[in-house]
């Protein structure tokens, strides 16, 4: 048996789907909350920085992503506030790995995405499968070309965040790697 592959995690449209209307989310929670990132862009005692940000939550995320047959660690701006804030709202531990992003929203030469660069050398070899919001065609085929082991680079949409068919395609495509 191998090494389980890598789920790598955003938060805010696959956990966080920030572009949903209210009326289609069944189980979410509402949070409000101050992550780094989001409180260094506006004054502290601006109404929106008292207000906090809104942050929906399904509390079943956790056990089912942990149900999954893979090693979870965060890919997310949120980065160590992933742990902290968002994990003991949806049941998962708050010691996952973390990628630390040498420079947030960094230009990309070739029209990548910014994080997919610095989170396939992160992966370093290993299999992942990746769920995020923002991932293109361009992001996938350069996944393809240049990195040595298997990826699912699982496009999630901010109006629905993650669901059942999403779970079953991630459990269908770590059965198919080589040795599961
Ligand atoms: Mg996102």
Known sequence: MMD???????????????????????GYTT??????????????DSPSARRGLRVRLHPTHGPRLQALPFELAWATTWMHQANTMISPHIGLPG?????????????????????TRPLLEWAAGRPFAWVDDMI???????????YPAPSLLLRIHPRHGLRARDFTTLTRWAASLPGA
């Open 4 to 26: 389980r592959p890598l789920l790598l995690l955003d938060v805010d449209g696959p956990l966080n789907p920030f572009r949903s209307r209210l009326a289609g989310l069944h």
């Open 31 to 44: 949070h409000r909350m101050r992550p780094a990132l989001w409180m260094s862009r506006r004054a502290p």
């Open 95 to 115: 010691d996952l790995p973390v990628i630390e992003w040498p420079e947030l929203f960094a230009h990309d030469p070739d029209g990548l995405y910014w994080k």
């Open 136 to 146: 293109t065609a361009k992001d996938r085929a350069w996944a393809r070309a240049h």
